[in-house]
């Protein structure tokens, strides 16, 4: 079986400050790891994804995370938040086959003040 | 493309009743899965259909169920509604392919069980 831990319930910064949204999560088997976003009263979008290659992924707007298989980890950051980013954030995990079921962790809701 | 589609979008419900919610998926994708997000909760697994069939199921009892239809939109239905399946509930769809477990999702549908 398999689950994810996000360690940060809520995570209050200011504007243009540094964030470090925080997943780790356990596996007997491979990974494809996921960050979710959800604004409020929308559905999830789709923010970044390690399905192989380099453990260092990207987004357009600015998140990156990497991924460690040493620590079962896969931290999600922004050197500099902007306060549309305020959002719930979702890390998800899925174990291949041919069944494509994503188990979620709990979410870390990321609040932008200014 | 279109992505995915959702209907309705809230609705409420009293308890003991049944309620069937709807799902277009992404154009080009034949898989479809549905998640229940409780308030505060990360997304649950429901299950998944793939050529109309279901190939994987989450930890609910058999009152949840669905269908998937040839163009590939899907149903969720829920009899002897309870108080605790008041939630979100959003569709996911995926294609094949190597980004096969790539999930895109709807926006939702919010069922409140009064």
């Known amino acids: 079986a398999q689950s994810v831990t996000q360690l940060d319930s809520q995570v209050p910064v200011f504007e243009e400050a540094p964030v470090e949204l925080r997943c780790n999560y356990s596996s007997s088997v491979s990974v494809y790891l996921f960050w979710y976003v959800q604004y409020p009263n929308q559905g999830l979008q789709l923010l970044l994804k390690y399905l192989s290659g380099s453990t260092l992924v990207e987004s357009i707007n600015g998140f990156e995370a990497e991924f460690n298989k040493s620590q079962t980890s896969f931290h999600l950051r922004k050197p500099s938040v902007h306060i549309s980013d305020t959002a719930e954030y979702f890390c998800?995990?899925?174990?291949?086959?041919?069944?494509?079921?994503?188990?979620f962790g709990k979410g870390t809701l990321l609040t932008v003040n200014p | 493309e279109t992505g995915v589609t959702q209907s309705p979008t809230h609705l409420i419900k009293t308890r003991g009743q049944q309620v069937t919610l709807r799902c277009s998926s992404q154009s080009g994708h034949n898989t479809v899965s549905w998640y229940q997000q409780a308030l505060g909760q990360g997304p649950q697994f429901i299950f998944q259909y793939y050529r109309e069939e279901e190939n994987g199921r989450g930890n609910f009892p058999p009152r949840f169920s669905g269908l998937q239809f040839p163009n590939y939109s899907s149903e969720l239905n829920v009899n002897a509604l309870e108080l605790d399946d008041s939630a979100l509930y959003l569709c996911?769809?995926?294609?094949?392919?190597?980004?096969?477990?790539?999930?895109?999702f709807g926006a939702g549908s919010r069922l409140t069980v009064l």
């Open positions: 998800a995990v899925h174990s291949g086959g041919s069944n494509y079921k994503l188990t």
């Open positions: 996911a769809s995926s294609g094949g392919g190597f980004g096969a477990n790539v999930l895109t």
